[in-house]
């Protein structure tokens, strides 16, 4: 089984610039408070280290 994230929005995107908001919908996420459970992988990393206050990692599984 691959390793995932639970990644959780605690952030709105109002305000923020055009990248931020493309990388929360790459991320699959829209709206306040959803979440989301993604595979480990550097590229996902690497978007929410982009956004660490719009997005937080709830929790690491595998």
Same mark, same amino acid.
């Given at each position: #089984?691959?390793?995932?994230?639970?990644?959780? =929005?605690? +952030?709105? &995107?109002? !305000?923020? &610039? %055009?990248?931020? !908001? =493309?990388?929360?919908? +790459?991320? +699959?996420?829209?709206? #306040?408070?959803? @979440? !989301? %459970?993604? %595979?480990? @992988?550097?590229?996902? !990393?690497?978007?929410?280290?982009?956004? &660490?206050?719009?997005?937080?990692?709830? %929790?690491?599984? +595998?």
């Amino acid at each position: #089984m691959a390793k995932t994230i639970v990644v959780k =929005q605690i +952030g709105s &995107p109002i !305000r923020r &610039p %055009e990248d931020q !908001r =493309q990388t929360l919908i +790459g991320l +699959g996420l829209n709206k #306040m408070h959803k @979440t !989301r %459970e993604l %595979e480990d @992988t550097p590229s996902v !990393r690497g978007m929410v280290n982009k956004l &660490p206050h719009l997005v937080k990692i709830i %929790e690491e599984r +595998g």
